[in-house]
């Protein structure tokens, strides 16, 4: 409820201050829906989500997945954490448009730049998390699982995987939002479609009713997709501690 | 070091294991210690606090290869384990946490299991809604539920109250009289030993050695009040004797 008020009171703010602005640098949200309207029934509004999603959802399992695994062999082996550490940081204060540009310029302007460097922007988060996950798995469990010659697959479900879940799940959370927002970018620079390139398209006629009528979406759809895929999810595999003494 | 299973019985034969500590000079544990236990037999080791009892617990499980002499378990080699912390697994079940050790074991044995340890009630409980005296039970019924070839037991009956210690311990005496596992016990309570072994191993202070073997001929529930007293108080005169020397 309070959520509700909140958001009531930020709707307000916008039209407020659309109020005194002139419509073409701030328009309200009523101009702004009919937007949104317009470009959903051309079916514009959701192709070029549909494809941005897409590429999130790509880039994010890539840099989810290869960063686990890197991140776990760090945290688990001290001579891969001191091999790859320089790398890591170097990785980390890289700058997203030097990866962007760079990515285009070596691998041309193709879907497979854009997803890579979306996901080389992510990656370095994802090892960091996920090699403090690794750090701080339980050795008692892997003695327990050791004695009782647990199979590798069971070692993985039951002692590896919730230990670490607390760990994705963070790098999930941040990863998400982090993720979209590069590739919004790598849209406006390298692609000719999709909701970053739509903004890139908007920003060159000066459209902010366009800008907003993609950028609200989207924001929404992602908002969406924490509220009832990742918190739920978080929920389920932390159900343990609720019951804990 | 070597370590195997085939062996009809379990045969401890360890020259030597030496503890180095992070910067100092490395301290012998455990020297010449040998103690052989016959299929089906329960054999406890009694020692003071830190004499390595459990280093010595550690290396016939399996954890610790850093020493020389050699370890033979009896049959197959399985192991079930009680650790004296329980290590469960606190993001599953009680009965799951049967399952995962004792794929193999069908739904009829798991409940078999936690009925006679008095568990019924909390199969699906999980392990932090528990107390430390029904985790034990837990980990107990998770090292039978393996049908082991060797179970070891490390204090089992460490930090429970009077009531909730006698409870536990006649259950092992029941269980181990009952399946017959060839069984190896730790504790520093000679009266434990004494209420649970067929054979008693009295280990001399650090480096630590089997200073008297104490062979039990009436063991657990056809021990009788007087035959305990008399064994506590020969037990105690070698032990006097081991420290003297």
Known sequence: ?245 | MSRAGDAARLEVAIASKDYVPANGRAQRVLDDLRLTLTRGEAGAVVGPSGCGKTTLLRIIAGLDHDFSGSVALPDHGRLGMVFQEPRLLPWRSVEDNLRIVAPLASADEIDALLGALGLAEHAKHFPGELSLGLARRVALARALAVKPDLLLLDEPLVSLDATLAAGLREKIAALIDEKRVTTLIVTHDLREAIALADRIFLLSPRPAHVAATLDIATPRARMTGEAAAALEQRARALIDAARAR
Do not use: C
């Open chain 1, 1 to 245: 409820m309070t959520r509700l008020w909140s958001f009531a009171a930020l709707l307000l703010t916008w039209q407020g201050f659309a109020w005194f602005a002139e419509p073409r640098r701030l328009p309200g949200p009523a101009l702004v829906f009919e937007t949104m309207l317009e470009e959903a029934r051309s079916g514009a509004l959701f192709s070029n989500m549909a494809i941005t999603l897409a590429r999130v959802a790509a880039a994010f399992l890539l840099a989810m997945s290869l960063g686990s695994a890197i991140g776990y062999a760090m945290g688990r082996n001290k001579l891969a954490d001191r091999v790859l550490d320089p790398w890591l940081v170097a990785l980390l204060n890289l700058p997203a448009l030097v990866v962007i540009v760079l990515a285009y310029v070596w691998a041309g302007l193709n879907e497979a730049a854009a997803i890579g460097a979306a996901a080389l922007n992510k990656l370095p988060n994802a090892v960091v998390v996920a090699r403090e996950g690794a750090r701080a798995l339980d050795r008692n469990l892997d003695e327990m699982a050791q004695v009782f010659g647990l199979s590798a697959k069971a070692r993985f479900r039951h002692v590896l995987l919730p230990q670490l879940a607390p760990y994705l799940a963070a790098a999930t959370r941040s990863g998400l939002s982090l993720v979209w927002k590069i590739v919004l970018v790598v849209e406006l620079l390298g692609r000719s479609n999709g909701v970053g390139f739509e903004i890139g398209l908007a920003f060159q006629l000066f459209d902010v009713r366009l800008l907003l009528a993609y950028a609200i979406p989207f924001v929404a759809l992602m908002l969406g997709v924490e509220t009832f895929l990742v918190q739920p999810l978080e929920r389920h595999v932390s159900r343990w501690r609720r019951g804990a003494a």
